[in-house]
Nanobody, 124 residues
Framework: QVQLVESGGGLVQAGGSLRLSCAAS????????MGWFRQAPGKEREFVAA?????YYTTSVKGRFTISRDGAKNMVYLQMNSLKFEDTAVYYC????????????????????WGQGTQVTVSS
């Protein structure tokens, strides 16, 4: 059974940083596409970043967030710098058992596995 477990969320002041981690278990995820999505209260889940052989970011986080992976440890990370109030949301890790490219990487319906989410709250 595939499991994704996020950690690293919390409360931070605007301008601060957080690093989210996603631990994947159940099989090797080296060939999987991994993504981060977020959902703010009253809003739909939205794409944040994805990593395959390249990385993809939504426009609002480019230059501030960095997605990375450690294949040997089955870990995916999201380094978030210069956090803004509007980054407040529950952040979800997701895995897809095939490559994605372009807009596919931002399509939540194409991901096969999801974590339970971790809350990120940015105070203004």
């Amino acid at each position: 059974q595939v499991q994704l477990v996020e950690s690293g969320g919390g409360l931070v002041q605007a301008g601060g940083s957080l690093r989210l981690s996603c631990a994947a278990s159940g099989r090797s995820f080296r060939t999987y596409s991994m993504g981060w999505f977020r959902q703010a209260p009253g809003k739909e889940r939205e794409f944040v970043a994805a990593i395959t052989w390249v990385t993809y970011y939504t426009t609002s986080v480019k230059g501030r967030f960095t997605i990375s992976r450690d294949g040997a440890k089955n870990m995916v990370y999201l380094q978030m710098n210069s956090l803004k109030f509007e980054d407040t949301a529950v952040y979800y890790c997701a895995a897809r058992n095939k490559d994605c490219s372009g807009s596919e990487c931002g399509d939540a319906s194409l991901y096969d596995y999801w974590g339970q989410g971790t809350q990120v709250t940015v105070s203004s």
